[in-house]
């Protein structure tokens, strides 16, 4: 059976990404098999890199981490299609968290206009969403 945490505990942990990430973080999209952990480094190419909100998020509530609005990439570094992320710190130095991507709809935890990304084209973000597990 899963855990099972409180409501202010799981907004604690959404704060805490949110701290990590800092002002300025950078939204890495990556085609290609995401890695087993977020300490493992990056694998397939990286097609996109967009620079999220200062904050990274408002305050986490109902255990759900809202990235605020983060600017387009106006020129994808490479082709091909979208499948995993990584949240980097400004700096790139500290990774925050991975996630899957899917096109708007599709579920995943960072959600584009779509998942094909062609090289000196603008990616767009619709939305990233972090729900911290265990209600």
């Known amino acids: ?24 973080a950078l939204l890495r999209i990556y085609s290609g098999t995401r890695p087993a952990n977020a300490d493992t480094a990056p694998s397939g190419t990286l097609l996109a890199e967009l620079v999220c909100g200062s904050p990274f998020a408002p305050a986490t509530a109902s255990g759900v981490v809202t990235a605020n609005a983060i600017t387009q990439d106006s020129s994808a570094d490479a082709s091909g299609t979208a499948t995993w992320f990584r949240l980097v710190n400004s700096a790139g130095t500290t990774t925050v968290t991975d996630g899957d991507v899917t096109a708007t709809g599709g579920g995943g935890d960072l959600q584009l206009v779509t998942t094909s990304i062609t090289a000196g084209q603008p990616v767009q973000v619709t939305s990233f969403v972090v729900t911290e597990g265990g209600a």
């Not at 409501?7 to 949110?18: H, M, V, W």
């Open 1 to 24: 059976m899963a855990l099972k945490f409180p409501t202010a505990f799981r907004n604690t942990r959404g704060d805490t990404i949110s701290t990590r990430a800092g002002s300025g």
